[in-house]
Every structure is written in structure tokens, then in C-alpha cells.
């Protein structure tokens, strides 16, 4: 009975059918039969039309009360989503891993938020499974993260391609045989261990050393496992951990060899206690991508988030 208040109301504004109908560009018997057809599903008149110039009924004063109401609702409501298509107001929910958070989304954030000081960012960090269901599940907005999901649910934006290095601490007895496949952490900085006529390594050499890794569901973890099991190499880990860069700092300290990627070491300051190796693996090769679901509606925060990233990750690929 209100979806046409707006006629009501201006006959109310007007105190005049004719004067109405010039304004809202219809004929008076149209306006007219507009007005009996409300009436008809209000169950009394609104206008006491014997009187000049017509009056609103006490049931035509509790009407527009209420389609007062309901305008002024319509109005905020505008005003709310003009200011979201301005991203004056908004949210915006991130989800990464903890090595993501720490090095690569701080500056993607902070260029975001000194464009859009208003919006609200939410930033929750896991692991790759717990990111998925929460996009799944549309708690999340964005995702930045290595886990390879599924095309046919995601919309994703690849960022980089990185590769898992084999970490060994420069303590270990292997290393001494293995000198000519040695790459130190200014050759990963450089990308030597992209160059095709790098030789890679075989993990037999280091198959009786201490092995870390990180506890499932994670990808890096997954990868670990195919790679021993392509290489014939039994694997049998003496410590299980959550975190990459924790696993990463236990290497550091002698405790034991692992698998980390290209993207990490670039980000960590040089430390001569680590030695990395290459190794002839599909499994090495994976992608940093930003997803998103791809039923989930694309907000306005959403997309220049997304423009942000994507010409910041253009600009550092350039040399």
C-alpha cells in the first residue's frame, strides 16, 4: 500500500489533485485512479475530497506519517550507499597467512588506506584451509595466500610465481659434497636459481638429515611429501611446526633442513647459517594469487583494493 506514497504525497503537498498530476507528469484521471487504487488496499479514503482544497483523512494523516518515515529511511539509505560508492564509509575483510601479513600486505594496506582513510580493513591470519572456508563461507572478502584453489569457485589474480628451496643450515655434514649446487641468499635475491641451466640437486644427498616441517592442511607441507616421495627419500620429519617463518628460524639455529620459498628468503636479512639448494621438482613451482568467490558480489573497497595490488605487484615486477 505504500509503493506509491509518492503520488499520495504530493496530492497531500499540493492540497490539489490537478496541481499533482501537472507535477508528476500524468494525467489527473491516471493520478486519480492511482490514489482510489491505494485507498482500495488501505480500506478507507485518505483525502476528504468535498472540501477545498482537499484535506487528508485521519486515516490520509497516519499515511503520510508513515511514508514520511519510510522516505526518510530511503534518504539515509541513499546518503549510505552514495558514501560507499565514494568508499567514504565501508569494510573491507582480508584473509593471508602470518608470513603474508608480516611482509607482503602491509604496504598493499597502507596504500589502500592512505587513498581511502575510511574504510574499515579486516585482517584475520591462518592457515590456507581455514582462509578457504572463510572465503567459502563469504567471512572473507579477499585472500592472499599460495594455496591452489578452484578455478571453477574462485576468481583469482596471480601475483607471483615463486619456488620452494631446499633450507639446509650450513653445519651439516651434506653440504661439504655438494658445493657446485650451493646457492646463497644473494643468488636467490638475484634469481639464479631460475636461470634452466642451474643444476638442481638431488635429495638423496641430505636423506639422513634432520628434516622440519609444517603441519597439515598446507600446501607447502603437501608439496614436501610429494617431493620425498618423487625422490625416493623416505620422509620422516623430527619436528612438526604452524608457522613458515618459525620453521624458517629453527633451520637458522642447526635444528634441522626444510623446504622454503623463494619469497620468503627475498624478504629475510642475510644469515650465512642457511645454504639453499635447487631441486628438479614440478612440485617447487607454485603461485601467490588474491582470490575471491566467485558468486561473492565485487564491492566498490573491493575492487580498488584489488587495482592497488595488482599495479603495485606490476611496478615491483618491472625492472
Known amino acids: 500500500m505504500f509503493s506509491g506514497m509518492h ?46 482544497p ?25 546518503y549510505y550507499t552514495d558514501n560507499l560508492d ?4 565501508g569494510h573491507l575483510s582480508i584473509g593471508s597467512a602470518s608470513f603474508f601479513v608480516s611482509y607482503i600486505l602491509p604496504g598493499y594496506i597502507s596504500a589502500f588506506s592512505s587513498a581511502y582513510p575510511n574504510v574499515k580493513i579486516n585482517l584475520f591470519e591462518s592457515d590456507s584451509y ?37 633450507a639446509v643450515p650450513a653445519s651439516f655434514h651434506a653440504n661439504r659434497s655438494a658445493t657446485r649446487y650451493q646457492l646463497s641468499w644473494e643468488d636467490v635475491k638475484n634469481n639464479v636459481h631460475l636461470n634452466p641451466t642451474r643444476p638442481g640437486i638431488s635429495l638423496k644427498k641430505f636423506a639422513n638429515e634432520p628434516l622440519l616441517t609444517l603441519r597439515q592442511p598446507n600446501d607447502t607441507r ?10 625416493g627419500v623416505k620422509f620422516s620429519p623430527i619436528l612438526k611446526l604452524d608457522q613458515l617463518l ?52 565485487l564491492t566498490r573497497s573491493m575492487q580498488e583494493f584489488i587495482k592497488i595490488v595488482l599495479l603495485q605487484n606490476e611496478n615491483s615486477s618491472q625492472p
Open 246 to 297: 618459525t620453521m624458517y628460524h629453527m633451520i637458522e639455529y642447526g635444528l634441522g633442513l626444510s623446504f622454503v620459498s623463494d619469497t620468503l628468503i627475498k624478504c629475510l636479512p642475510y644469515n650465512p647459517n642457511v645454504i639453499y639448494y635447487k631441486l628438479e621438482d614440478p612440485n617447487t613451482v607454485r603461485y601467490v594469487t588474491l582470490y575471491y568467490k566467485n558468486s561473492k558480489y
Open 130 to 166: 581455514k582462509l578457504e572456508q572463510k572465503a567459502a563461507s563469504g567471512e572473507l572478502d579477499l585472500v592472499i595466500d599460495n594455496y591452489q584453489v578452484d578455478p571453477k569457485q574462485y576468481k583469482t589474480h596471480t601475483l607471483t610465481e615463486e619456488h620452494l628451496l631446499l
Open 7 to 52: 503520488y499520495v504525497y504530493e496530492v497531500y503537498k499540493t492540497k490539489s489533485f490537478s496541481k499533482a498530476a501537472k507535477n508528476l507528469y500524468i494525467s489527473q484521471p491516471a493520478l486519480s485512479a492511482m490514489i482510489k487504487k491505494i485507498e482500495g488496499k488501505v480500506g478507507a479514503p485518505l483525502f476528504d475530497r468535498c472540501t477545498n
Open 54 to 78: 482537499v484535506q487528508l483523512t485521519e486515516y490520509g494523516k497516519r499515511y503520510i506519517k508513515i511514508a514520511e518515515k519510510i522516505m526518510d529511511l530511503e534518504d539515509e539509505f541513499a
Open 222 to 231: 603437501k608439496r614436501m611429501e610429494a617431493i620425498y616421495q618423487n625422490a
Open 86 to 89: 565514494e568508499l567514504k564509509t
